[in-house]
């Protein structure tokens, strides 16, 4: 079996790939979990979010089913990542998130299925994508939020007020405004990142205890 990627930019075969956590929790993240929520984009790539907690259970379980260590990527911190090959020669990368926040990532997505699979929800992939801050990345995150309602946004921006940097925060503002001029949405201004109940903004580092 080969990974590819088929109609509507889903990845054919992530079934059988998904399956190799066994009971560990993960989330299907990257491409693959952003086309939920914006026009789908062709991808070939699968990537996997684990938390903290689990890596060793994770490691044992992908050995297990025949996957090979291959090497660690270059992420920005709190996050860490490694490259798999799955059991059929398939390249996975599988990021690790530290901390409530990583384990929260990956324990919605458990509750959050689609054909089955468990796909992270748009906050916390909004958040990975800001973290990696590829210019892949911002363009997904304007695709899947320029067309979202006030609620979704804000949604969305509950979680970005404890997890990223005063300065991530105005970016994610910029890429809503610039998402929905995409869209041909009218502007909704400035989010609110100040507030009496709001202590400020929190590094991701802070959540790794």
Known sequence: ???????????????EIDAAFGSVPHAIIGAVA??????????MDIDFAIAQRDVDLAT???????????????VRPPLA????????????????VPGRWGEAVVD???ANRADGLPMASLPHLVI???IAGRATDAGDITRMLGHQDALTLEAVRTLARRVLQESELADLDQLIELGRLE???P????????????????????LER
């Open 183 to 185: 869209y041909g949405q």
């Open 108 to 110: 919605s997505a458990m």
């Open 60 to 74: 044992e379980a992908l050995h297990a089913a025949g996957w090979r260590l291959q090497h660690e990527l270059v």
């Open 187 to 206: 502007p909704v201004g400035r989010g609110p990142w100040s507030s009496k109940n709001n202590n400020g903004p929190r590094s991701p580092g802070s």
């Open 128 to 130: 990975l994508k800001m």
């Open 34 to 43: 952003a086309n939920q929520f914006m026009p789908a984009r062709q991808t």
């Open 1 to 15: 079996m080969e990974a590819a990627a088929g109609a509507g930019g889903a990845v054919m075969g992530i079934e």
């Open 81 to 96: 990542g490694v490259t798999w090959q799955s059991a059929d020669d398939q390249p996975v990368d599988v990021i690790i």
